[in-house]
């Protein structure tokens, strides 16, 4: 980054210093990836300059004769890789993602029903807080409150009571496998759409290691920056019969122009995640999160639902007697990059939960395996009994940035 160094050191101080904690942390948000270089030299290329508001023949600028061939090209990869009728690539991330879809195939003041929010929902299935929640009647379906697994036959039975035009299914914080066939069923039986949002599960679903919802869903719509490992965007997979009301739905309903860049770069991790050897990675994240749990347990760390089957973990602080909050800067200064966040049925705010939310997708792609797992949750027991003891925190960080220089992370310079 030559260029940006002499014209802007400030800017390039910062991303350096970025990249050095990237490289020296042991990254456990499980929302988090370290794109490849060929991703991010596709996101960072001149395809940045170019307007192309429609969709490949369909445009409202001239110029299109290359942007219209990679977008097609980059549809083609998506729709091969999830085995979907259509695809969408426009979607600047998963937010408006599933705003598009409610949009396109929900009227206004119609119901959508989804998971809620402290049960390990996102925002946008329909919480209070956001525009889902308000512009949309929402009614909220929770986690069993002794299993902390989805009830099917409760999800079923508000669906039969509520009677609503979308039940949104996937979730942010969800350890557990989730049922789409079930939730295909009961969509069918009280004549609702399905969408499925898998922006957390996505590379495991195309890595083998979570069932598809493609064969039960309306729409699906994931990011593209998760266990996908891309560039931060997001796609829109859906029925045929659905294609023409997403798209206007994306673009002129919500967005303008696409960022072509993005675009360019989400193609880039398409093909990368059809090899062989993303199978083996989304295996390899899976097999960490379950060593990472296991280890945790045998340290005394009480899990949601009592461990994991995909890349996630949440842990319930509480019988360690530290605030979700208070454990996850603890676990920074330690080297370890976690995030705070509701448990269900959690007693406490949002804002200082009584959790710690943890994920594999990241050490993963840097090649650590089970041993560094059990090591890492060594580490966490340490700081979490430590924290607020800065010299034990600092020392555990040492630890931490000694075990990472042994693992080069993909996109990274720092070797
Ligand atoms: N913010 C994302 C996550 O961390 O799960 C979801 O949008």
């Not at 490849?36 to 940045?48: D, R, Y």
């Not at 996505?202 to 990011?223: C, K, R, W």
């Not at 266990?227 to 997001?234: D, H, S, W, Y």
């Amino acid at each position: 980054m030559e260029e940006l160094r002499k014209s802007d050191p400030e800017i390039y101080d910062l991303i350096g210093k970025e990249e050095r904690y990237e490289f020296d942390s042991v990254r456990l948000i499980p929302s988090e990836n370290y794109a490849s270089a060929a991703v991010l030299e596709a996101t960072g290329s001149i395809l940045t300059n170019k307007y192309s508001e429609g969709y490949p023949g369909r445009r409202y600028y001239e110029g299109q004769r290359y942007i219209d061939t990679l977008e097609s090209l980059v549809i083609d990869r998506a729709k091969a890789l999830f085995g979907a009728e259509h695809a969408n690539v426009q979607p600047y991330s998963g937010s408006p993602a599933n705003l598009a879809v409610y949009f396109g195939l929900v009227k206004p003041g119609d119901t959508i029903m989804g998971m809620a929010l402290p049960m390990g929902g996102h925002l946008t299935h329909g919480w209070n807080v956001s525009i889902t929640g308000t512009f949309w009647r929402s009614v909220q379906y929770n986690v069993d409150r002794e299993t902390h697994r989805i009830d099917y036959d409760a999800v079923r039975d508000l669906a039969r009571r509520e009677r609503p035009r979308m039940i949104v299914c996937g979730a942010t914080a969800y350890p557990r496998k989730i049922d789409f066939k079930a939730f295909g069923e009961i969509a069918k039986e009280v004549g609702a759409l399905l969408l499925a949002d898998i922006a957390h599960i996505a590379g495991l679903i195309v890595g083998g290691q979570h069932p598809s919802p493609v064969p039960y869903a309306d729409a699906v719509t994931t990011t593209t920056h998760k266990t996908l490992r891309g560039p931060r965007g997001a796609m829109i997979l859906c029925r045929g019969e659905h294609a023409d009301a997403i798209d206007k739905a994306v673009f002129p309903g919500l967005q303008g122009g696409p960022h072509n860049h993005t675009t360019a770069a989400i193609g880039v991790a398409l093909k990368e995640a059809a090899t062989p050897e993303f199978r083996d990675y989304a295996a390899q994240i899976v097999r960490n999160a379950k060593a990472l749990a296991e280890e945790l347990l045998a340290r005394g760390f009480s899990l949601v639902s009592g461990g994991t089957d995909n890349h996630l973990i949440l842990v319930d602080l509480t019988s360690k007697k530290v605030i979700g909050k208070k454990g996850a800067k603890a676990l920074d200064a330690a080297g370890i990059v976690c995030n705070y966040n509701t448990v269900p049925y959690d007693p406490r705010k949002p804002f200082s939960p009584s959790g710690l939310r943890l994920g594999t997708p990241a050490v993963t792609s840097r090649g650590m395996r089970e041993p560094e797992m059990k090591q890492i949750a060594k580490w966490m027991d340490e700081a979490i009994a430590q924290a607020g003891d800065e010299a034990a925190l600092k020392r555990i960080s040492g630890e931490v940035a000694e075990m990472c220089h042994h693992f080069p992370a993909p996109g990274l310079s720092i070797r």
